[in-house]
């Protein structure tokens, strides 16, 4: 098991997750501050248009649209 486990998580993840921390952390805050403002409806319009852009991106990344794709090993 321990093999599996050193391979999945690596330096290189941790330094990436930690990137992403702080960025995690703002859109909770952001998403909660916004969800007590505005109705139900145009909160749930938001976060489907956010995972549209989202899904949108990365399909552009995994047909070569930037270097930063992940490549398979």
């Known amino acids: 098991m ?6 999945a998580f690596s330096l290189d993840t ?7 921390l702080p960025f995690l952390f703002a859109g909770t805050w952001l998403g909660l501050k916004l969800f007590g403002r505005i109705d139900e409806a145009a909160f749930r319009k938001i976060v489907l248009a956010l995972l549209f852009v989202s899904g949108g991106h990365a399909l552009v990344l995994s047909r070569g649209g930037s270097e ?3 490549q398979p090993s």
């Not at 941790?14 to 992403?20: D, N």
């Open 14 to 20: 941790a330094k990436l997750f930690a990137l992403g």
């Open 2 to 7: 321990t093999v599996g486990l050193s391979t």
């Open 68 to 70: 930063l794709a992940v």
